[in-house]
């Protein structure tokens, strides 16, 4: 399905009618859509990888990162995973009509809080074809219309998600209007998103810290705002070398072009002697170049010297910085200075060090011996994700079907008048 609407304020206000009968749609027939979208996008798979495979040439060209190839990427199995991930979503409980409050006055007014769509989400982001489905089967199973716009780089997979996805709400008799993409009209699309206050509910950025900073700072809609990950690993004086190393290598190397991949790692000095050499001959065999500081360089070989740079770096890459601290005091301090707030974790055995660390630092998700690539949607039971909130207004952390919805009061009455 294509739409016939010739601007991008046209779209989104097709998507705003959309959700007034997207908002009413009961359980059984979101959970029918969304098996009916999933099938739709496995149906659509060579469609699909093909126009994928003309982006990927096309960013290749332009010079695009190896980190933003890797998220611009679909093959068959990554297609695939997106249609289980919205199978996923569809089994998930509705989180509309959820009764979060009730109470009766002394009047006898019955009050219910309850749970309810927002309307329309918006989404701006790049290089990321899988957000396009993550996201409209998020919010169409909590009862909202989508506008997205996902970026010239993925701009043929986007479309070719788009219209199967289109496709299969026609097919159920459901406004396939309530999924619109806003692509073809470039950036100037993109700032009416961000301007179409009263027609978009909320906005989503996910990207770069600089399109989300953007985001932010010109969007006159309200916004959840998705932080970039300088994401953190302590190595504790009593870290066993196994947790140590293994947490830390899969934190980096498992995709390391995602938010949640570590970027810098801090190993108490009275652990250093043991932990740093095998810890950065693991890295170093998985192609890792470990950035570090002299107390590093002078316990392992072929480190990069660290820059202060290097403290504050988002790399998306096989690079890491590595730093020894005094004690856990340091380390805390260190992460107050460079952290952006989205996932830190340590390796310990103390239950002190684990309890003070779990208390004291303030980001979105805190780990205890754990790899830092749990803090996914997927991971923690959503299906998928919206995005992971950096935030502490309305959502932090991994943003699922519950962080789509808002609230409002019901009150019953029987001819009762405030005196």
């Known amino acids: 399905m294509t739409t016939t609407a010739t601007s991008a304020r046209e779209r989104m206000?097709?998507?705003k009618d959309a959700a007034r009968s997207i908002g009413l749609l009961g359980d059984a027939d979101k959970r029918a859509a969304l098996i009916a979208i999933a099938d739709a996008i496995e149906t659509s798979t060579p469609d699909v990888v093909a126009a994928n495979a003309e982006d990927l040439e096309r960013g290749r060209e332009s010079g695009l990162s190896e980190a933003l190839q890797d998220r611009l990427r679909l093959d068959e199995p990554r297609v695939a995973a997106l249609a289980t991930a919205v199978r996923e979503i569809a089994d998930l409980p509705d989180p509309v009509g959820r009764v979060l409050d009730e109470r009766?006055?002394?009047?006898g007014v019955t009050l219910t809080k309850v749970s309810v769509p927002f309307g329309v989400v918006g989404s701006i982001y790049e290089a990321r074809p899988n957000v396009t489905v993550d996201i409209a089967a998020l919010a169409l199973r909590s009862g909202n219309a989508v506008v997205l716009r996902g970026g010239s780089a993925a701009e043929r997979t986007n479309a070719a998600l788009v219209r199967a996805m289109r496709g299969a709400l026609a097919d159920r008799g459901i406004d396939p209007e309530a999924i619109q993409t806003i692509d073809d009209f470039g950036r100037d699309g993109a700032?009416?998103?961000?301007?179409?206050?009263?027609?978009?509910d909320v906005l989503v950025p996910r990207g770069s810290a600089q399109l989300i900073e953007t985001v932010v700072t010109e969007s006159s809609v309200p916004v959840i705002e998705t932080g970039a990950g300088v994401v953190h690993i302590v190595l504790d004086e009593s870290a066993p070398l196994e947790w140590a190393r293994d947490i830390v290598v899969n934190a980096k190397t498992?995709?390391?072009s995602v938010c949640n991949a570590v970027e810098t790692v801090?190993?108490?000095?009275g652990a250093a002697e043991r932990l740093v050499p095998p810890v950065v001959s693991a890295l170093q065999r998985s192609g890792v170049t470990v950035h570090g500081d002299a107390a590093v360089r002078g316990l392992s070989e072929g480190v990069t010297p660290a820059t202060d740079e290097d403290w504050a770096a988002e790399y998306l890459s096989l690079d890491i910085a590595?730093?020894?601290?005094?004690d856990l005091d340091d380390a805390l301090e260190h992460i107050r200075r460079y952290?952006?707030?989205?996932?830190?974790?340590i390796v310990t055995t103390d239950a002190a060090s684990e309890a003070r660390f779990l208390a004291e630092v303030d980001s979105a998700v805190v780990m205890a011996n754990a790899s830092t690539r749990f803090t996914d949607g997927g991971e923690f039971g959503f299906g998928a994700e919206v995005g992971i909130s950096t935030q502490k207004l309305h959502a932090r952390g991994p943003m699922g079907l519950a962080e789509l919805t808002s609230t409002k009061w019901l009150a019953r009455g029987a001819g009762q008048v405030r005196a």
């Not at 700032?191 to 978009?200: D, F, Q, S």
Request: a positive charge; zero cysteines.
């Open 104 to 107: 009766t006055l002394a009047n």
């Open 254 to 256: 498992q995709r390391p």
């Open 322 to 326: 590595m730093r020894v601290v005094d």
């Open 339 to 345: 952290s952006t707030h989205h996932t830190e974790s």
């Open 13 to 15: 206000l097709l998507a």
């Open 191 to 200: 700032r009416e998103l961000m301007h179409a206050r009263g027609v978009i």
């Open 266 to 269: 801090l190993v108490h000095r």
